[in-house]
């Protein structure tokens, strides 16, 4: 993977000089991951004029979880002088005769900001915008590997829950065995607080567990994901506790998985990120579901769980080929409950496949 990593910071180096920067200071952890196969806690990434370094604070007393590219060097603030390591990682930039660095300006507090003007006051410093997270929307395919792997984690996790007893447990016990679960079969741990909704709290995007009971006749609506070497991914389904779901439960769930599956059928490289959104949209618009509805249909996913593209209506740009992607609508009627399906995928050609599964679990709607 060295090879890998030295890549993207060439690609990152190209960047920086084209817009007249000699070096940049990547902050944001998911970034400096990206570009140095690893973040330590507080770890920052000098791309110098001369050499590259991840700065680090003092060494914890515990190893770390990961091993940053072997052909990078590290440099480790001393215990006793502390500091902080972009601060430190500025100064080094300016010995090296920088007279430019590009930051993070996105990550950096203000005090930070000024502190690495105070020490290196000859430097210029530039903003670098989101210029890595453009660079991690694409993934290659180890990438695309480890998400896959997370992504059959979650499945199994999901799985294994559907086989117990539910009627009577609380979400917030039930959120806590997912999680459980996910470690159990080899996930870094949850990519996201787990999401259990029952009865009159299903379909809330983002529902945190409370301690109401499963009850015969709710919908139980589940979102969880795992992490895996540091990737993430993404799966929601909706349920119906009892041995026969009632009428308009069937209705909604027919019209928010409709709405689903034409997100999913709209995943082609070149696709407006706009119009994704608009293809499910539609589905609900249509059923005179306008009110209520959530601000993005999906997004993007990998080091972090909610990146870049956005599938909203307002999103500009087109999909790529090998971009992993939630697709994620769902309908919540106040009091009543609701439905909320989601997947993670990878825009692919028709060539290929077209878009690929990630998460499997069966979307029919099962009676538990």
């Known amino acids: 993977m060295s090879e890998v990593y030295a890549a993207r910071r060439t690609r990152l180096r190209e960047y920086c000089n084209a817009g007249g920067s000699a070096a940049a200071l990547i ?14 806690q507080g770890a920052v990434l000098l791309l110098g004029k001369t050499e590259d370094l991840l700065v680090c604070g003092p060494s914890p007393n515990r190893p770390p979880a990961e091993r940053p590219d072997e052909a ?12 902080d390591p972009a601060v430190a ?32 006051p000859r430097l210029r410093l530039a903003n670098l915008g989101g210029a890595v997270e453009q ?23 999901l799985g294994e829950l559907l086989e117990s007893i539910l009627v009577g447990r609380t979400e917030r016990h039930l959120a806590l065995e997912l999680e459980r679960r996910l470690v159990d079969h080899g996930a870094d741990g949850p990519a996201f607080p787990t999401s259990v ?37 993404e799966i929601g389904r909706t ?35 706009r119009d994704v959104d608009r293809a499910a949209r539609q589905v609900l618009d249509s059923a005179g ?9 999906g997004h993007g996913v990998g080091l972090e769980i909610d990146e870049d593209p956005q599938l909203s209506p307002a999103a500009m740009g087109k999909l790529d080929a090998c971009v992993p992607v939630t697709v994620e609508p769902g309908v919540h009627l106040p009091g009543r409950g609701g439905v909320r399906i989601d997947d993670t995928l990878v825009v692919r050609p028709e060539a290929d496949g077209g878009p690929e599964l990630l998460t499997i679990t069966t979307k029919e709607l099962l009676a538990l």
Not at 27 to 40: D, E, F, T
Not at 198 to 227: I, K, Q, Y
Not at 289 to 297: D, M, P, R, S, V
Request: proline fraction near 5%; charged fraction near 20%.
């Open 27 to 40: 902050s944001r952890p998911a970034n400096v991951r990206y570009l140095a196969g690893a973040a330590p």
């Open 72 to 83: 990078l060097r590290v440099q480790t603030l001393p215990g006793a002088v502390g500091g």
């Open 89 to 120: 990682a500025a100064d080094i930039a300016q010995g090296q005769g920088a007279d430019s660095l590009a930051v993070e300006e996105h990550h950096l507090t203000v005090a930070r900001h000024r502190a690495l003007g105070s020490v290196a």
């Open 135 to 157: 660079l991690r929307v694409v993934k290659d395919e180890e990438e695309i590997s480890c998400m896959r792997i997370g992504a059959e984690i979650a499945d199994q996790a």
């Open 197 to 233: 909704a029952t009865g009159p709290n299903s379909g809330r995007p983002g529902h945190r567990p409370t301690d109401r009971r499963v009850e015969e006749g709710d919908f139980l609506s589940v979102c969880l994901g795992a992490t895996y070497r540091g990737y993430r991914c």
């Open 239 to 273: 349920f119906v506790i009892g041995t026969a779901p009632a009428d308009w439960q069937i209705e909604l769930y027919d019209l928010v998985f409709a709405a689903q599956r034409a997100g999913r059928e709209s995943l082609v490289p070149g696709a407006a990120c």
């Open 289 to 297: 579901y306008t009110e209520g509805l959530t601000a993005l249909t």
